[in-house]
T-cell receptor
Framework: DQQVKQNSPSLSVQEGRISILNCDYT??????FLWYKKYPAEGPTFLIS?????DKNEDGRFTVFLNKSAKHLSLHIVPSQPGDSAVYFC?????????????FGQGTRLTINP | KAGVTQTPRYLIKTRGQQVTLSCSPI?????VSWYQQTPGQGLQFLFE???????NKGNFPGRFSGRQFSNSRSEMNVSTLELGDSALYLC?????????????FGPGTRLTVT
């Protein structure tokens, strides 16, 4: 049962344009959402997060949008740069079954074309 | 401040063997989590340790076990290896609650089972 889904395994975007990565979740108990970025041969690194009490959080070129009614979040990168090429994971956190849990999506491979 | 370190970085084992992976968290971090990453499955949560106690467990068989030492270093053990255990095993550390603090990941151990 995949509670956090990233339905696009890959995305290709032209340098300078906007990259939009999407993530859907099923459990309304999730109260905190995060995006991680992963380069080959490295562990994921934290990128940006958002609490369920907000609908937008911005950090430089990165903005995360949360639509609670649709159980959907998205990461916008603008303008996209070649160094943004990586695998992006969304993650959702909640207190479930007596413990704090962090559930990751399958990841989306973003390629920025020069 | 040194990051999360994992040893070994690469490992090749045969079916039926057992393996132990090691993780040293960032100094001062008391929570250590382990994840399995396979293509198409994203990051699957294995377990979390805090103050030498397993605080959280994912849906993996009992062949997967772990422990944490008093210095917060953690080890993960997989017994009776199967081909499907081939994956990247990631360790992440955080100060405390995994939802409130970003997790810092190590580079991972690439395990290949033949």
């Amino acid at each position: 049962d995949q509670q956090v889904k990233q339905n696009s395994p890959s995305l290709s975007v032209q340098e300078g344009r906007i990259s939009i990565l999407n993530c859907d979740y099923t459990n309304s108990m999730f109260d905190y959402f995060l995006w991680y970025k992963k380069y080959p041969a490295e562990g994921p690194t934290f990128l940006i997060s958002i609490s369920s009490i907000k609908d937008k959080n911005e950090d430089g070129r990165f903005t995360v949008f949360l639509n609670k009614s649709a159980k959907h979040l998205s990461l916008h990168i603008v303008p996209s740069q070649p160094g943004d090429s990586a695998v992006y994971f969304c993650a959702a956190s909640a207190f479930l079954q007596g413990a704090q849990k962090l559930v990751f999506g399958q990841g989306t491979r973003l390629t920025i074309n020069p | 401040k040194a990051g999360v370190t994992q040893t070994p970085r690469y490992l090749i084992k045969t079916r039926g063997q057992q393996v132990t992976l090691s993780c040293s968290p960032i100094s001062g971090h008391r929570s250590v989590s382990w994840y399995q990453q396979t293509p198409g499955q994203g990051l699957q949560f294995l377990f979390e340790y805090f103050s030498e106690t397993q605080r959280n467990k994912g849906n993996f068989p009992g062949r997967f076990s772990g422990r944490q030492f008093s210095n917060s270093r953690s080890e993960m053990n997989v017994s009776t290896l199967e081909l499907g255990d081939s994956a990247l095993y990631l360790c992440a550390s955080s100060l405390d609650r995994i939802s409130s603090y970003e997790q810092y990941f190590g580079p991972g151990t690439r395990l290949t089972v033949t």
